[in-house]
C-alpha cells in the first residue's frame, strides 16, 4: 500500500499547471465557502456527492492533485490513472488528510489546505521544503465504512438450557413452516462470537460472507452442532457455550483463552436437506503406487489439460477413514475448494495426486499419512497416524 508519507518519494514529480477541472466537472453547483478546522485545516467543497459518509476506519480510495503554493504539483493520482486507498483514522497518511477526508462523503469533491502541522513539519521532503502549507484537490471516490455489528437485543427473554450445559435464547423465529435443521444437512449461518467481556472475537456478518457446514459432522464446536439443531431457517438465536463445549481448556490460538466460555448470536439462514453422496465405484480398476506411496485408482480420465504448480486449481472431494466413515465433503457442502497447488496449501498427497490429474478426470486416492495429517492427526476427526482415502475430482484450472 502507498502512503502519503512516501508520496514524493515513490512517485516522479510532474510540473504541470494546477487542475481547475474539478470545478467543472459533474454540471452540479459548487460551494466555495472556505471552513477552518480547530486544528487549522482549512477545506473548501468544491462539489457535492451523495454517497455515504466517511466514519473512522472506513476504507477508502481518493483521486489527488497535491501542489505546493506556488503552484508547484508534487504528485497527482490522476496522473498514475489509479486512485490512492487507505483507512481512515489509522494514521497512514499526513493528519491534514486524516482530519479531512473524515469530513467528506462518497463523491465529494473538495481542496485542503494543510499547514505544516498537518503536513511534514519541519521535515525536508526533497521536493516538499521544510514547513511547507499543502494543497490537495481531493475526489473522494469510494467509501466503505466498518460495519458495526450489534448484539442481540435478549432483554426480557427466557434463556434455556439444555442437558448438555448449552444455554440459547430465542431472538427471532422463522417461519414455523421451516424444518428443524438435522444431522447431515448443509446450513448457512451468520454469527457473531462473543467472549465474556463481550469482546468479539470473530463475526461473519463483519466479513459480510456467512459460513457453510455439514451439520453433525464435528465440522464445528460440539455447541454448534448442538445448538443448530435447535433451529428453523429465518431463525436467530444467542447460544452460550460452555467451554467443554467449545474449544475446551486449551483454548484456540491468542483469541480463545483457556476454558472460555463462549457466546454467539446466530442466524440460520438456510438449511439444505442432506446431499447423498456416493463413493467411487472402483471395482476392477487399477491401482497406480507412486514412488512417495502415495495411490490413485482413476475413475474418469481424459485428455484435457494438467494443473502445474503455481496454478489455482478448484477440486470436489469426499474424504474417507479406512473403515468407511465420512469425515469431509464438499459434494456435501454443493462448492468445491479452491486453492494454489503445490504451495502447501493442503496436506502433500493432495499437492502431489493433483499434478497427475487432468480437469474433469475423477480418481479415488489412498494417501498414506506421512503424506496426509501424520503422527498428530486434525482435529478429533482424523486419528493420529491415519491412511486417509480422497474419492477427487479436478473440476477447474484458473
Known amino acids: 500500500m502507498r502512503f502519503i508519507y512516501l508520496i514524493v518519494t515513490i512517485f516522479s514529480i510532474v510540473f504541470i499547471q494546477p487542475?481547475?477541472?474539478?470545478?467543472?466537472?459533474?454540471?452540479?453547483?459548487?460551494?466555495?465557502?472556505?471552513?477552518?478546522?480547530?486544528?487549522?485545516?482549512?477545506?473548501?467543497?468544491?462539489?457535492?456527492?451523495?454517497?455515504?459518509?466517511?466514519?473512522?476506519?472506513?476504507?477508502?480510495?481518493v483521486h489527488y492533485t497535491g501542489r505546493l503554493t506556488n503552484d508547484t504539483v508534487f504528485d497527482s493520482s490522476y496522473k498514475r490513472n489509479q486512485p490512492f486507498a487507505f483507512?481512515?483514522?489509522?494514521?497512514?497518511?499526513?493528519?491534514?488528510?486524516?482530519?479531512?477526508?473524515?469530513?467528506?462523503a462518497q463523491g465529494d469533491k473538495a481542496r485542503f489546505i494543510i499547514p505544516p502541522a498537518l503536513g511534514y513539519g519541519a521535515r525536508d521532503m526533497g521536493n516538499i521544503p521544510p514547513n511547507s502549507t499543502l494543497i490537495f484537490d481531493i475526489e473522494l471516490v469510494e467509501v466503505k465504512n466498518p460495519i458495526v455489528?450489534?448484539?442481540?437485543?435478549?432483554?426480557g427473554k427466557d434463556t434455556i438450557t439444555t442437558a448438555s450445559g448449552l444455554k440459547y435464547i430465542v431472538v427471532k423465529k422463522g417461519s414455523q413452516k421451516n424444518p428443524l435443521a438435522k444431522p447431515g444437512e448443509l446450513v448457512?449461518?451468520?454469527?457473531?462470537?462473543?467472549?465474556?467481556?463481550?469482546?468479539?472475537?470473530?463475526?461473519?456478518?463483519?466479513r459480510g460472507q456467512p459460513i457453510k457446514f455439514t451439520l453433525g459432522q464435528g465440522q464445528v464446536i460440539k455447541g454448534w452442532d448442538e445448538g443448530l439443531q435447535l433451529m428453523r431457517s429465518g431463525d436467530q438465536f444467542r447460544i452460550?457455550?460452555?467451554?467443554?463445549?467449545?474449544y475446551g481448556e486449551a483454548g484456540r490460538g491468542n483469541s480463545i483463552p483457556p476454558k472460555a466460555d463462549l457466546t454467539f448470536d446466530v442466524?440460520?439462514?438456510?438449511?439444505?436437506?442432506?446431499?447423498?453422496?456416493?463413493?467411487?465405484?472402483?471395482?476392477?480398476?487399477?491401482?497406480i503406487t507412486l514412488e512417495s506411496g502415495l495411490k490413485m485408482i482413476p475413475v474418469l480420465t481424459n485428455n484435457q489439460q494438467k494443473p502445474t504448480n503455481g496454478q489455482t486449481v478448484d477440486v470436489h472431494y469426499s474424504g474417507y477413514l479406512t473403515d468407511g466413515t465420512m469425515f469431509d465433503s464438499s459434494i456435501k457442502r454443493a462448492e468445491p475448494i479452491s486453492f494454489i497447488l503445490g504451495q502447501g496449501k493442503v496436506i502433500k498427497g493432495w499437492d502431489e495426486a493433483l499434478t497427475h490429474m487432468k480437469i474433469g478426470e475423477k480418481y479415488r486416492v489412498i494417501i498414506p499419512s506421512d503424506l496426509?495429517?501424520?503422527?498428530?492427526?486434525?482435529?478429533g476427526v482424523i486419528p493420529p497416524n491415519a491412511t486417509l482415502i480422497f474419492d477427487m475430482q479436478l473440476v477447474g484450472i484458473k
Open 372 to 379: 496426509a495429517y501424520g503422527e498428530r492427526g486434525a482435529g
Open 240 to 246: 452460550i457455550i460452555p467451554y467443554q463445549l467449545a
Open 149 to 155: 455489528i450489534e448484539p442481540y437485543d435478549v432483554a
Open 19 to 61: 487542475s481547475c477541472s474539478l470545478l467543472k466537472k459533474g454540471g452540479k453547483t459548487t460551494k466555495q465557502d472556505t471552513v477552518t478546522t480547530a486544528s487549522g485545516l482549512q477545506y473548501i467543497i468544491l462539489e457535492k456527492g451523495d454517497g455515504p459518509q466517511v466514519k473512522e476506519g472506513a476504507n477508502v480510495k
Open 267 to 287: 442466524e440460520l439462514i438456510y438449511n439444505q436437506p442432506e446431499i447423498i453422496v456416493e463413493a467411487y465405484d472402483v471395482q476392477g480398476k487399477d491401482t
Open 188 to 206: 448457512t449461518v451468520h454469527y457473531s462470537g462473543y467472549l465474556k467481556d463481550g469482546l468479539m472475537f470473530d463475526s461473519s456478518v463483519k
Open 87 to 104: 483507512t481512515v483514522g489509522k494514521g497512514r497518511v499526513i493528519k491534514g488528510w486524516d482530519e479531512g477526508i473524515a469530513l467528506l
